[in-house]
């Protein structure tokens, strides 16, 4: 897309929401507010003024002490900042603490941006290819690699084993009601 096509994709008049999961003391939404801010002026198609970050956790004491924070107070004054606690297997919309929104799936202007640092190697994850009209579902192990060693495993000392860890993927048909006994 030209820079033009991708500035339409932005309703420059309606908030800009970047959502970030699992934010723990807040550190990384300093950091990413602080680089908004100084580069506002050479954003292009991006409204800085409409830009809202909301720092979220699934635990009340992770959020309060964001909230307590000195250093995230102006971008709160501002607006720039929001909060909400969310659970993110079971919750599918966010109460922001400090303007009192609601935001619902579907319901904004503008593209939702997420950022999760360390949230998404917690979350229960699925792995499925498509092959020759097959769905297939992935099974994923971990072993070490016998060919990457030039002695046993059995020999490492613990925090070796590590440089020698490799994934291997197994794949399965699925049928068509695969997820018919989920708990959801």
Not at 78 to 103: N, P, Q
Not at 109 to 133: G, H, W
């Amino acid at each position: 897309l030209s820079r033009k096509e991708k500035s339409n994709l932005i309703c420059h008049n309606e908030t800009l929401y970047i959502v970030e999961l699992g934010a723990g003391t807040g550190k990384l939404a300093f950091y990413i507010l602080k680089a908004l801010e100084e580069m506002k002026h050479f954003i292009s198609g991006i409204p800085y003024e409409n830009i809202v970050y909301v720092i979220t956790d699934f635990t009340e004491s992770n959020i309060s002490f964001c909230e307590g924070q000195t250093n995230l107070k102006p971008f709160v004054e501002t607006g720039k900042l929001d909060f909400a606690k969310f659970e993110a297997v079971h919750d599918t919309s966010l109460t922001l603490r400090i303007s009192g929104k609601t935001l619902h799936r579907g319901e904004l202007k503008n593209p939702l941006c997420i950022i999760s640092n360390y949230l998404i190697d917690t979350l229960c994850n699925d792995l499925y290819q498509v092959e020759n009209d097959v769905l297939k579902e992935g099974l994923v192990s971990v072993g070490v690699d016998d060919s990457s060693l030039n002695t046993s495993a059995d020999s490492l000392d613990d925090h070796e084993i590590f440089n020698h860890l490799a994934n291997e993927y197994k794949y399965r048909p699925v049928n068509t009601n695969y997820y018919s006994g989920s708990v959801r």
